[in-house]
């Protein structure tokens, strides 16, 4: 017996390893299997919020954002509404005189014809609005709505995650980074030292002076100094500890 779109479209959901791809894929990944989930939608599109403003930041037809600019631009629609309030909302027939009659005006003069909004949600809060569109009026019913929200719940999952994993992985290599820096930072104060008749704190200030009388980065003058004393033998400074030790 063959599997129903929503099972096949979850089925697909966790499978999705949120490693394989950035946080941009994995939206993109959503918006796909969501029109799978719920076949009377045509197109979809996710609301989230964009350097702090709600956008339509993925959608599988160009369409949608269009259609969206019209809610963000009066500050109310379904989308917004749905991810606000944290509810479904539905426009079963744009062409009639309803509710937001930008966002209505806007999603009729595109062909469609009703759509339907799910928050979203992750431990009672909203991270964003799936928004489903259908060139068709009255296209969603109650089997749309409940399916809409199964795969809504387990795609909001997924984008946290995705989130998650991402946050973690730039603090990671952020972290290294520092790491490194530090080290080479330490590295090059020893060789500063080296000759003897300067501590730590002068060794570090020297760098620092360096760093901004060139205006680069301290980590890339002690790098500099490192790379420099690198297979040299003795204690006598090359060109670069010398222009430092003399600043």
């Known amino acids: 017996m063959a599997e129903s779109p929503l099972t096949e ?11 394989d791809g950035t ?3 994995t939206l993109h990944r959503v918006s796909d299997l969501t029109v799978e989930a719920v076949p009377a939608a045509d197109l979809t599109g996710i609301t989230m919020l ?10 599988t037809d160009e369409m949608a954002p269009e259609i969206d600019q019209a809610q963000y631009d009066a ?3 379904p989308c917004l509404r749905a991810f606000r309030e944290q509810r479904v909302t539905q426009i079963e027939s744009t062409r009639e005189p309803g509710e937001w009659p930008e966002f209505r005006a806007a999603a009729a003069a595109h062909g469609i014809g009703s759509t339907l909004s799910f928050p979203l949600m ?3 809060a909203a991270v964003g609005a799936m928004n489903l569109y259908s060139f068709e009026e009255r296209a969603f019913g109650d089997r749309d709505r409940e399916n809409g929200e199964l795969f809504a719940a387990q795609a909001a999952i997924v984008l946290s995650n995705a989130q998650a994993y991402w946050d973690a992985h730039d603090l990671s290599r952020g972290l290294s980074e520092a790491m490194r820096s530090r080290a080479v ?9 080296a000759p003897g008749g300067i501590d730590e704190d002068q060794a570090f200030e020297m760098l620092t002076r360096a760093s ?12 500099r100094i490192v790379v420099g ?19």
Request: proline letters at 3%; charged letters at 30%; a neutral charge.
């Open 9 to 19: 479209s979850l089925a697909a959901l966790s499978r999705f390893f949120v490693g």
């Open 23 to 25: 946080v941009h894929d």
């Open 50 to 59: 964009v350097e702090g403003r709600p956008r339509t930041a993925i959608f």
């Open 75 to 77: 500050g109310d629609g």
């Open 122 to 124: 992750l431990e009672k």
């Open 185 to 193: 930072i330490e590295q090059a104060k020893g060789i500063l030292m």
């Open 212 to 223: 901004q009388r060139e205006n680069i980065k301290l980590r890339d003058v002690a790098r």
């Open 229 to 247: 004393a690198v297979g040299r033998d003795g204690a006598t400074p090359n060109g670069d500890e010398a222009s430092i030790q003399g600043s």
